[in-house]
């Protein structure tokens, strides 16, 4: 069974930067295009960002404007999320999941960005 663990969350102040984590085990993580989403309470989840299968492609929802950066590691078998230049409208639970959101969510891991 694939499980997805989100961690590096935290309470920061508008500007400040956060680098969440997520491990995946249970599959062929190096066959897998990942993504982050995130959801605030009322909302839909949305998406934030993917990266392909080699780690060459990264993709990003336009109002990241270049403030946040995808990577990954096969060999640990993790997706990272760095986050910089963070703004209140960041604050949610954040998740990983493969870019159709193929398995079951994680906990998440919660952002809170004070001004």
């Known amino acids: 069974q694939v499980q997805l663990v989100e961690s590096g969350g935290g309470s920061v102040q508008a500007g400040g930067s956060l680098t969440l984590s997520c491990v995946v085990s249970g599959s062929t993580f190096s066959i897998l295009g990942m993504a982050w989403f995130r959801q605030t309470p009322g909302k839909r989840r949305e998406w934030v960002a993917s990266i392909s299968r080699s780690g060459e492609g990264k993709y990003y929802a336009d109002w990241v404007r270049g403030r946040f950066t995808i990577s990954r590691d096969d060999a640990q078998e993790t997706v990272w999320l760095l986050m910089n230049n963070l703004e209140a409208d960041d604050t949610a639970l954040y998740f990983c999941?493969?870019?159709?959101?193929?398995?079951?969510w994680g906990q998440g891991t919660q952002v809170t960005v004070s001004s």
């Open positions: 999941n493969t870019r159709d959101e193929g398995f079951s």
